[in-house]
C-alpha cells in the first residue's frame, strides 16, 4: 500500500506542475519506456512478443479494446540503443470540469503492464478506449513520461479495435536502475 501512495504522489506532482493552459510547468521530464508483452500468469514474462500481454487479449479479439505499441531507445555515445528489460504501465488520465488532464491514476497492482523486449519493442493489447499515459515503473518509483526536451507526458487515445503506435520513444537519459 505505501508503494502505491508514493507512485501516486509521484505521478501527482509531475502532473500537478501543469499551467492553466494545460501545459505541464516545471516538472521534471522524463522518458518513456516500451514493454515486452507477458503472460497473464504473474510474474512469467516472454522473452519474445509472441506471448499474450498482461492486458490479456490480441488485437481486434475483444470487442471494445485496442493496443498501444512503440520502441524505447536511450541515445548514447555509441548512438540509440534499445532499453530493454523495463517494466511499462499505463493509467488512465484524469480531466478538471473544464476537461484539462492534470493526473494519470496509477495502480500498480492492478494497471495493464509489460517488459521492454531486447530491441525496446512494448505491446499492450485489450486496452479499453480512453485517454492514458505511459509510466515507466521501477523498483520503490515510478516516472509518468515526458516527450523529451519538452514538459509534455506522453498521453495517449486508444480506440477499439484499433493500435496506436507510438513509434520511437528516444530519451538521452532515463531514471533506470543500475
Known amino acids: 500500500m505505501k508503494r502505491q501512495a508514493v507512485i501516486l504522489v509521484t505521478v501527482l506532482v509531475l502532473l500537478g506542475c501543469r499551467g492553466g493552459n494545460g501545459a505541464t510547468g516545471a ?15 504473474e510474474g512469467e514474462r516472454s522473452d519474445s512478443l509472441s506471448a499474450e500481454s498482461s492486458t490479456a487479449a490480441s488485437p481486434g479479439a475483444a470487442a471494445g479494446s485496442g493496443a498501444l505499441t512503440g520502441v524505447l531507445l536511450l541515445r548514447t555515445e555509441e548512438g540509440l540503443q534499445p532499453v530493454a528489460d523495463v517494466k511499462l504501465a499505463v493509467g488512465r488520465t484524469l480531466s478538471d470540469d473544464e476537461g ?30 480512453g485517454r492514458y499515459g505511459l509510466i515507466l515503473d521501477i523498483v ?7 516527450q523529451e526536451g519538452t514538459l509534455n507526458a506522453v498521453l495517449f487515445e486508444i480506440t477499439d479495435g484499433e493500435t496506436t ?14
Open 140 to 146: 520503490m518509483s515510478s516516472f509518468l513520461l515526458y
Open 165 to 178: 503506435d507510438l513509434g520511437n520513444l528516444e530519451y538521452t537519459e532515463l531514471p533506470l536502475p543500475q
Open 27 to 41: 516538472a521534471q521530464s522524463s522518458p518513456a519506456a516500451p514493454f515486452e508483452r507477458i503472460s497473464t500468469a
Open 100 to 129: 484539462t488532464e492534470w493526473v494519470v491514476a496509477y495502480d500498480p497492482s492492478a494497471a495493464p503492464f509489460a517488459y521492454t523486449d531486447d530491441s525496446g519493442r512494448f505491446v499492450f493489447e485489450g486496452l479499453a478506449s
